[in-house]
């Protein structure tokens, strides 16, 4: 990797149009998050706050090359809760700014640790999982059916479906309208990912993503002139709030109910939303790095306090809670981003577009959005990373496929935690069968410095290893010995393996190995 990759002004011709992407894929999410968060139309625009906080403040301050942050699903029914218990929205603000304050705390308390021990192929299952029910759950959109809404990631729902009925109910409903805008969609987007259109000078900078969109909202205007039957209207398009002046903008924008710091439940609520809005960043942080065609390593502790600061933000103007989100942070990765600048770029269209043509957004019909997300899905989901996982043994497919299933059938926290459950299992079941320990030897400026791995090393060794190879001095020469070792986790494998040819020649580190297999690329990233 080139140092321009880490420079955020360097790539702009690639971050701008990725960008763009991540605006579009965002927009829907952050509107049905909104309104399934509060069941109240007229909070919508608080997912966009939350949206724009994300990209810009969080997305300026992370050390994250491509994690995109924004309101995310996870949180759904915690807010819904939330808002029950502390009976008004300005108090739940309250609860959201105190909640960024202890995950900055966590942060500088280094708690962002916790984000190296999620095993790899859990990680990995995490990403299948999500790209499945992303298809599952955007097939309705694309038929026309809109009950539910868009970016829902739990298998029961608010609408009283489960994904799978869902998509029967769905059947009952067919709009054609919106089946062929969703087919033209899917169309277009397969026909911008052939090599040939990278070759055309307007296609590399304009993304096949925007073309989708303006070309739904041309579709559903002819059938406005020439089929009225077919039109998309109401609740199968974009329903962004539309202000009539700038005063009425600004009252979007809510403040805290700063009353509510005597009340106890505030405090209760405030924990639980840095738990869990902080497991998800961790856990998002994981998996984009994974998806990182450049491998590049995200510090997890300013992460924390740049998600607190966002949620500090986000709460004293009115938005929802924060976290990165995996779907945007992909859709990023996927539409050629390399830098935070694609991140900071999403956020300022969604305000600039909030603000300035509200009324050209809410012509864009839903089934054009739910084509970008089933490719998004279908991405994340490639049967090349069932292949890979099998290939690597049961140790790392059956926690894998459990985490999969899990994920479907509960919602991304459940399921990772039952994911974890079968991965602790086998590397109990490996450290039962062999001792381990990690040494590293004292060492002088000017020596070869040498790490000898033990006998067993597992994905438990990932925070110190990683440190340790991240800590090294410029310049200097590491022999990295596994020759003793009776196995070495897949998720060690791979730290060695990115740092090596990744982070050392940055910092002109020579990289000696001695019985370190390589590891296999998996997913297609």
Avoid: W
């Avoid at 880490?6 to 927009?27: E, M, Q, R, S």
């Avoid at 005597?262 to 942080?285: D, K, R, W």
């Amino acid at each position: 990797m080139s140092k321009s990759h880490n420079n955020i002004f360097a790539n702009l011709k690639y971050d701008l149009p990725a960008g763009l992407v991540v605006y579009l894929v965002a927009l829907p999410l952050c509107l049905g998050v909104a309104l399934a968060s509060t069941g109240r139309s007229d909070l919508l625009f608080s997912g966009i706050i939350a949206g724009f906080v994300g990209g810009i403040v969080v997305g300026s301050l992370s050390g994250s090359s491509l994690g995109v942050s924004g309101p995310a699903a996870g949180l759904v029914v915690i807010v819904l809760g939330a808002l029950e218990t502390l009976g008004s929205f300005e108090a739940f603000l309250l609860a959201v700014v105190f909640a960024g304050v202890i995950q900055v705390v966590a942060g500088l308390l280094k708690a962002g640790i916790v984000g190296y021990y999620f095993p790899s192929s859990v990680i990995k299952g995490m990403l299948a999982a999500i790209g499945i029910t992303l298809i599952l759950k955007e097939i309705p959109h694309a038929f026309g059916y809109d009950v539910d809404y868009m970016g829902d990631q739990t298998f029961e729902q608010s609408d009283g479906q489960n994904t799978f009925t869902e998509l029967i109910a769905a059947m009952d409903h067919i709009s054609i309208g919106a089946i062929i805008i969703s087919v033209v969609s899917l169309g277009l987007l397969i026909l911008f990912d052939r090599p040939f259109m990278k070759r055309i000078q307007l296609f590399r900078f304009l993304p096949g993503a925007l073309f989708v969109v303006l070309t739904g909202v041309l579709l559903n205007f002819l059938f406005g002139m020439f089929a009225p039957e077919l039109v998309l209207a109401g609740d199968h398009l974009v329903q962004l709030p539309v202000a009539g002046n700038i005063n009425e903008f600004f009252s979007f924008f809510k403040t805290p109910d700063f009353s509510a710091f005597n009340n106890p439940q505030v405090y209760t609520v405030a924990i639980t939303l840095a738990i869990v809005a902080s497991l998800e960043t961790l856990l998002s942080v994981e998996a984009t790095d994974k998806l990182d065609p450049y491998k590049r390593s995200t510090p997890t502790n300013r992460e924390l306090i740049a998600q607190g600061i966002g949620n500090m933000t986000s709460g004293l103007i009115g938005g929802l809670p924060i976290t990165q989100v995996i779907v945007r942070s992909s859709a990023n990765v996927d539409s050629g981003g390399r830098s935070k600048m694609s991140t900071i770029f999403h956020g300022s269209i969604l305000l600039l577009s909030a603000l300035l043509i509200p009324v050209l957004l809410n012509y864009i019909p839903l089934a054009s959005l739910a084509a970008i997300l089933l490719i998004v899905g279908y991405k994340l989901s490639k049967i090349a990373l069932y292949k890979s996982m099998f290939k690597l043994g049961k140790e790392q497919f059956i926690p894998f496929i459990v985490t999969v299933i899990a994920i479907l059938l509960t919602d991304l926290l459940k399921g990772i935690g039952i994911g974890m459950v079968v991965a602790i299992y086998f590397i109990l079941r490996k450290n039962f069968q062999h001792s381990y320990h990690y040494e590293k030897q004292a060492h002088q400026e000017g020596e070869v410095i040498k790490l000898t791995l033990s006998e067993e090393v597992t994905f438990l060794n990932k925070g110190s290893i990683n440190d340790t190879l991240t800590n090294l001095p410029a310049g200097s020469t590491v022999m990295i010995d596994g020759s003793k070792s009776v196995n070495i986790d897949y998720d060690v494998l791979e730290i060695i393996q990115n740092f090596r040819n990744h982070t050392a020649p940055l910092k002109n580190i020579t990289v000696l190995t001695q019985g370190i297999d390589e590891v296999a690329s998996t997913g297609g990233h």
